[in-house]
């Protein structure tokens, strides 16, 4: 008999799986394929599972597309207020510090919904934490729109980072948990897709509506950005609930309803349900009951044990890495590094964000074939060296060839290079380990962690980045920048190890003892017992 992806046992009712084992549940139109064409007694069971293939992968994909919409709400935001900053600066004669802190007020205050939304999702649900998500920041743009002045616009702007913040955070969660484990990677970058989605989206929004007065254009822009919270009341009612919150909440059943729809094979779903069930404490003789379920998660994040600290240093560290890289500096100033770069017409420079903007979409597209084939970390290999050549251009452009057209044409190359690099690999990847490595118990509350620091990063780049630039150069800063992006290769290295092809309760054996991440993955001892269990 195969190994078992999900296998279960063990004293301490961890899976006793290899690590590096491969998965007895294969793809189920690959397996089948096994079967010769003139064995007509699997004909009807051939027909009948692949029919269950395709419906499985389209119910998943609808879980994670509706899922993911309130990302569209972030990406439409950060793209968005790259050129409708320049208008309410117009409009409402706003000074730059206060240019600084509209922008990145949003990233700063959406870590108190991140933390919200780790609680609220625990006690609420993962979908309806969704919903909560849409209809703060529904309120938070129509007051943004309407607002008559900075102070009514800052009110709307704080209101709108709560609800991306419930939003951000816990997408990812819900996708991972509600996918299959072959192709869990693919799906839960999904949220990844549609902030690149909403980030072009908003660049578009700016070119289009920029040709309107300067009263009446940002908040045409700012409008917009309501749309998609619409569509997620819809899918509320389509999607279901994660099958691991369910079996938190002792609905074991509604789990296994879930898991029937979301698995391809009928045999896994039960493995997965009892793995589940151990990795809660159901029927382990430790329970779920109120004292495991009233005992201090924040306790257990803030005295961890050594395990848990490495998973927290991992997930926390990669979340802060992707924004001290300078991303959303690169996103929402684009504009004004372009016009440091030479550029200096409003319609060529929010042009130019278009491309900056298709750029960063197209490879978060690659990113999600290549994921659950090559794996995580190859591409984060990929990302951030390729990011730190870019952002050392970028400099070099700002510095040496400033004002020129040689200036201007390696400062749109680097920084369409630098957003292409970010989405292939550290963007979406990041928010896929920070869904995997943590346990079921704490799995939403420490990714609502993991998510604070991601938040802070992002605001502290976005809020001081004029100010910085006005005081070092902007190349000076973009130098920084490139520093910082070095140091995420090292970090990626040592401390991230490869998640592909392992479920969610395997990879919490990767963090139980000390392991070189760069060994090969298949080691001796797992090849032995492939090779044993493949012999039974």
């Avoid at 609420?124 to 969704?130: E, F, P, S, V």
């Avoid at 070119?207 to 917009?224: E, K, P, T």
């Avoid at 848990?308 to 500096?329: E, H, P, S, V």
């Avoid at 690099?421 to 869904?435: A, D, Y």
Wanted: hydrophobic share 45%; charged share 15%.
């Amino acid at each position: 008999m195969g190994v078992q992806e999900n296998g279960s046992g063990g004293d301490n009712g961890m899976s006793s799986v290899p690590l590096g084992a491969k998965n007895k549940y294969r793809r189920m139109d690959s397996e089948l394929n096994d079967y010769s064409d003139d064995d007509l007694e699997v004909a009807p069971y051939k027909q009948t599972q692949q029919e269950r293939t395709k419906s499985t992968r389209k119910y998943v994909f609808a879980c994670a597309v509706f899922a993911s919409l309130n990302n569209v709400l972030l990406g439409y935001d950060v793209g968005v207020m790259s050129g409708a900053i320049i208008f309410i600066q117009e409009d409402l004669k706003i000074t730059e510090f206060q240019e600084e802190i509209l922008v990145g007020i949003l990233s700063v205050i959406s870590l108190l919904g991140s933390l919200g939304g780790g609680r609220a999702s625990d006690a609420l649900g993962r979908k309806w934490t969704m919903g909560i998500a849409a209809i703060i920041f529904q309120i938070g743009a129509l007051i943004m729109t309407l607002a008559p002045s900075f102070q009514v616009l800052m009110m709307g702007r704080l209101l709108a980072g709560i609800g991306i913040g419930f939003g951000v955070m816990i997408a990812p969660v819900y996708i991972a948990e509600i996918s299959p484990t072959i192709s869990r990677g693919s799906f839960t970058s999904f949220p990844e897709i549609f902030i690149n989605i909403g980030i072009l989206l908003g660049y578009v929004s700016n070119y289009a509506f920029s040709g309107f007065s300067s009263h009446i254009n940002w908040r045409i822009m700012l409008a917009v950005g309501i749309l998609p919270s619409v569509f997620i009341a819809f899918a509320l009612f389509i999607i279901p609930e994660s099958p691991r919150w369910l079996v938190m909440q002792n609905r074991v059943d509604e789990a296994r309803s879930v898991l029937m729809k979301t698995n391809e094979i009928e045999a896994e779903v039960e493995e997965r349900l009892s793995e589940i069930l151990k990795a809660a404490g159901i029927g382990t003789g430790t329970g779920t009951g109120e004292n495991q379920e009233e005992k201090a998660v924040w306790r257990e994040l803030l005295n961890p044990s050594p395990a848990l600290r490495r998973m927290l240093i991992t997930g926390f560290g990669i979340q802060c890495f992707q924004q001290i890289t300078g991303i959303d500096a690169t996103v929402y100033y684009s504009p004004e590094i372009l016009q440091t770069a030479g550029i200096e017409e409003k319609s060529r420079l929010l042009a130019a964000t278009v491309a900056v903007g298709i750029a960063k979409t197209l490879f978060i597209l690659v990113a999600i074939m290549l994921i659950d084939k090559i794996g995580r970390k190859p591409l984060l290999y990929v990302s951030t060296i390729g990011m730190t050549i870019c952002l050392c251009g970028l400099a070099i452009s700002l510095s040496l060839f400033k004002g020129t057209t040689l200036g201007v044409e390696l400062a749109i190359l680097s920084i369409c290079g630098n957003v292409a690099f970010f989405s292939i690999g550290i963007g979406p990847v990041c928010w896929v380990l920070t869904s995997e490595i943590f346990p079921l118990r704490l799995r939403a509350q420490a990714s609502a962690l993991g998510a604070v620091g991601n938040r802070v990063c992002s605001g502290v780049v976005a809020m001081s980045f004029l100010s910085v630039s006005r005081a070092i150069s902007m190349a000076g800063t973009f130098l920084i920048f490139t520093i910082l992006s070095f140091l995420s290769v090292g970090f990626v290295y040592k401390l991230v190890p490869e998640t592909k092809g392992k479920s969610l309760e395997q990879i919490e054996l990767l963090f139980q003892k000390d392991r070189n991440w760069n060994e090969e993955e298949v080691e001796l001892s797992d090849t032995q017992q492939l090779v044993k269990n493949e012999g039974n």
